[in-house]
């Protein structure tokens, strides 16, 4: 059962880690590495890895994290820190697309998205998201999430529904299953 919501304000991160790699090292990497990391960042106040499992169409990235924050205007100060950055350049340099590209979209797309109901995201241990250019309105308001704004690559899609109750309310296509691979206790 979902408890309580952790926060109202997220960084989604989207990525394929690169063909070739070991799933099961990886994984073992993020439980180990990458989420004791950002879980110790001040102003992140849970973070979490998962995994796609099923999708309604095809989407163009197999991970997404959310790097929930103490508030939207958090997003700056911890995306900008020293060690956030050295962190995620050796995320690239182990895992990503493009280790060396100068354009890091290759590797991950990262946005800024807010609660539009100020309620938040419950813990769960899988999700229900789906993607959309336009406000889901058929979504229950607490379930959407809004784009305040792209911090790397392009706007794929401005508003998404996370549900935790495996209960899609949304549309069938742009809909996309996952399970937690890596998160805090």
């Not at 354009?103 to 539009?116: P, R, T």
């Not at 999430?145 to 794929?156: I, K």
Request: with cysteine.
């Amino acid at each position: 059962m979902p408890t309580a919501p952790d926060f109202t304000a997220m960084i989604l991160l989207s990525y394929t880690p690169r063909p070739g790699i070991d799933n099961e090292e990886y994984e073992a990497w993020l439980r180990a590495v990458d989420n004791p990391f950002f879980n110790g960042v001040p102003g992140i106040t849970r973070y979490t890895n998962w995994k796609i499992t099923d999708a309604g169409a095809p989407v163009p990235f197999s991970h997404f994290d959310f790097m929930g924050l103490d508030s939207v205007e958090a997003a700056t100060s911890v995306w900008q820190r020293q060690d956030v950055k050295d962190f995620t350049a050796e995320w690239r340099r182990l895992w990503g697309m493009g280790p060396e590209a100068t354009d890091l979209s290759v590797n991950a797309h990262v946005y800024l998205f807010q609660n539009d109901a100020g309620t938040g995201l419950a813990r769960s241990e899988s999700v229900t998201m789906t993607m959309a250019k336009q406000p889901i309105i058929s979504a229950p308001v607490e379930q959407r999430w809004t784009l305040v704004r792209a911090v790397r690559g392009e706007p794929r899609f401005g508003h998404l529904c996370i549900s935790t109750d495996n209960d899609p309310t949304a549309l069938p296509t742009d809909t996309l299953s996952a399970v937690l691979v890596a998160g805090p206790d």
